[in-house]
């Protein structure tokens, strides 16, 4: 059998694998494309630079000619050393095709896909346990009904104190809905960054706000330090805040319960909370705590500029007019200065259950 007839058959066999690849890749793309305000295309383009070269490595592997005749036919020894870099490749390529075929094919499909709107990142969401993704209100994406307000608990507290820790355990434990508020202020900085904007033009980050797409959220990226940075600085305008209520307040009123941490949670997004608690801890003890953590994923990074970034944070985000960083009045107090995360956890299980109202019917 000749090489190009197995590369049909290759192709043919698999192409289920390199459909199923095409749509999670032109979902990837999107959600990329929108998160920097970039064109799909764009965003398409430099993915595509090695299934093309390896799809020409194979073609050029498989067109049984020998490497002599190209490369005398090449003129140029620069030329000709590249033509045995891609024999080389080719080769690979072949010999690894179950692998080769559905890439190539799959980046090709998918790009195609994307730039047809096809396939984008449906929001199963990672923010939310237990959650089948939602709509822009926040509410549950499948009709469920969505006024009733649920059982809420509020979390707020400064940056580094545990209580996104806190919140998610809390969330799996009670099987509650899950959203980390600072995600959707580090999202509206990221695009307003790259989009080039005036971090300090309230009304022009209002707009990028209101415009944001809940598929953007999906950037692992986002949890950087310099999001955190970015986040903060948007965050100080009144028309982001506002145009990001309704969301987290739709969400707080899922029927099965929800877990929202942020600065303003039990202040103003949720006065209401059946549960609010205030997570902190003192600024040495947050700035080491992320000192430690960075230099374990081998960031160079030294305490005191934590320390420093912890202390400027807390100031701009208690300082600020709009929604600062306060414990609400009936808020559970909860400093972890002194608390390894299990403890932490235990202390904020006990709050949970002493609160007076019924959790899920229970
Ligand atoms: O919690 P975080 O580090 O991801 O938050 C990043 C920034 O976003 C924080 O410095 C202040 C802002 N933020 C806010 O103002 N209100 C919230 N509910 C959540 C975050």
Not at 50 to 62: I, Q
Request: aromatic letters at 8%; one cysteine or more; proline letters at 4%.
């Amino acid at each position: 059998m000749n090489g190009w007839l197995a590369a049909l058959l290759a192709l043919l066999f698999f192409s289920p694998l390199a459909f199923i690849y095409a749509r999670s890749f032109a979902g990837r793309v999107q959600a990329g494309a929108s998160a920097r305000g970039r064109s799909v295309a764009a965003t398409a383009l430099p993915k595509l630079v090695w299934p093309l070269v390896l799809g020409l490595a194979l073609a050029l592997r498989l067109s049984g000619s020998d490497l002599a005749d190209w490369q005398a036919a090449a003129g140029s020894r620069t030329l000709a050393t590249l033509l045995s870099l891609l024999w080389f490749l080719g080769s690979l390529a072949a010999i690894l095709f179950f692998v080769t075929i559905p890439f190539v094919l799959g980046r090709l499909l998918g790009t195609l896909f994307a730039c047809m709107g096809k396939f984008s990142a449906t929001r199963d969401d990672p923010l939310s346990f237990g959650a089948r993704g939602f709509k822009r209100d926040g509410s549950e994406a499948d009709g469920q009904e969505s006024g009733r307000m649920g059982f809420t608990v509020a979390i707020d507290g400064p940056a580094a104190a545990g209580k996104g820790t806190i919140a998610q355990r809390l969330a799996a434990h009670y099987g509650f809905a899950y959203l980390d508020t600072g995600l959707l202020y580090r999202a509206i900085g990221r695009v307003a960054h790259e989009r080039g904007l005036d971090l300090d033009d309230a009304a022009a980050m209002g707009e990028v706000a209101r415009a944001l797409d809940p598929a953007v959220l999906d950037d692992g990226s986002l949890r950087g330090r310099e999001a955190g940075e970015l986040a903060s600085r948007v965050a100080i305008h009144a028309p982001v805040r506002a145009a990001l209520t309704e969301f987290q307040r739709g969400f707080a009123r899922r029927p099965g319960g929800a877990v929202l941490d942020g600065r303003d949670i039990g202040t103003v997004i949720c006065p209401e909370a059946e549960v609010k608690i205030f997570v902190t801890a003192s600024a040495e003890v947050r700035a080491r705590r992320r000192t430690d953590e960075l230099l374990a994923k081998g960031r160079a990074v030294d305490y005191e500029t934590i320390l420093a970034e912890v202390r400027a944070r807390d100031e701009r985000d208690s300082g600020r007019a709009a929604a600062p960083l306060r414990a609400a009045p009936d808020a559970a107090l909860l400093d972890t200065s002194e608390l390894d995360i299990e403890e932490a956890f235990q202390a904020a299980c006990r709050i949970v259950d002493a609160s007076p109202h019924p959790r899920n019917g229970a």
